[in-house]
Every structure is written in C-alpha cells, then in structure tokens.
C-alpha cells in the first residue's frame, strides 16, 4: 500500500509539471495537456487506496496529496523568482516550465480537490450500496470524479480564453481511457501488497 500511495502523490506532481505542455493527439486534432494521462492514473490508484484504507485514509492521502502540490508550486514560483548568476542563460526557459499562472495552478488545485473527494465519496457509497467487483466501483467512480476535474479544470483555468467544451470532453475521454486501461493495477499491486499469513507455531504436547 506504500507503493500505491507514493505513486499516487507522484503522478500528481509529475502532472502539474508537465501540463505546461499541450499536445495533440494525432489525427484527431484533440488538445490536451501533455499531465492528462498520468493525471488519470490518480483516479484508479485513489480507489485502490480507498479499498485497502477506507474513506478516511482515502481522505488524508488526498490531503498530504494537496499539501505536496501546494509545495511543489510554491517552489516553482521560489525557484523562477530567485535572481540567477549572470552566466545562466535560461531563465526564460524555467519561467516558461515552472512560471505557470496563479489562475492555472489555482484550477488545478481546486478541481484536484473537488474530484478526489468525489471520487472516495461515490467508491465509498458504491461498495456499501452496490457492491460487485471492484472494477465496477472502480469505472463508475472514475467516470463521475474525471468528468467534474476536467469540467472545474478547464472552466476556471481557460474560459474567455480558450474554447471550454471541446477541451473538456478531449481530457475526459482521455482520462477515461486511461482509467479502462489502468483497471488491472488495482489487481496486481491489490495482489502484491497482501500480508503474508504468518507460519503456524506446531502444537506441543505437555506429558
């Protein structure tokens, strides 16, 4: 379970660095940032976290999670801010990379929020009133908590400047894509991280 976690709070940082980066994809002409992709993986590995941990551990990983990429922004904004020697040459290029906006890292942070307790919220009601495989809980609750991130995202990050709707359903077929994709990780790191039954003592037997 340490390894679902510390590849969660990953995946949430590696994202907000690389979503500086807007990529196309292919053919189809669909813009997204180039994070949307290990940023979907966060859906199912906080299920997965939610099933080992239940909702209030679910809860204080998405909050270590919030705290981390509260620091990891604040040190990026440090980072370009600080005055460099002469002889660097790339400032432009960090503040390009790290100098995202207030209003972008703002979004980010508050759809992250909203979505992450989503998610644990609609896992949570859906294994106590549901039940069935975990996959099922695991596709239903991605389905609702990546449409409300990339809606809150990309509302409050891009409207009046960029076209809204089409960015919206680009990242949340994305994300659901990866989610399909990434159901067999909450099986194999589910398997891998069982406790080992502990060898039975052999019985004596007193005279």
């Not at 709070?9 to 669909?30: D, F, H, Q, R, W």
Request: aromatic share 10%; hydrophobic share 55%; charged share 10%.
């Amino acid at each position: 379970m340490t390894l679902a976690i510390g590849l969660y709070i990953a995946c949430e940082l590696i994202a907000n660095v690389t979503a500086v980066k807007p990529i196309v994809l292919g053919s189809l002409g669909v813009v997204v940032p180039a994070g949307v992709f290990i940023y979907a993986l966060t859906f199912t590995l906080l299920d997965l976290i939610h099933e080992r941990l239940g909702k209030r551990g679910a809860r204080q990983v998405i909050g270590t999670a919030f705290c981390a990429n509260l620091l990891l922004a604040a040190y990026a904004q440090l980072t370009v801010w600080w005055p460099a020697p002469a002889f660097f040459d790339g400032q432009a290029s960090v503040a390009r990379v790290l100098g995202a906006t207030p209003r972008i890292v703002g979004a980010s942070l508050i759809a992250y929020l909203a979505a992450s307790l989503l998610d644990a919220e609609v896992f949570a009601w859906w294994r106590a009133r549901v039940g069935g495989y975990r996959w099922g809980r695991v596709l239903v609750s991605n389905a609702v908590s990546t449409a409300v991130d990339s809606l809150v995202f990309v509302t409050l990050a891009f409207a009046g400047v960029l076209p809204v709707l089409p960015l919206v359903v680009g990242q949340y077929v994305v994300k659901m894509v990866v989610t399909v994709l990434s159901l067999p990780l909450i099986y194999g790191i589910h398997a891998g991280t069982r406790v080992p039954l502990a060898p039975r003592r052999p019985r004596t037997v007193t005279p």
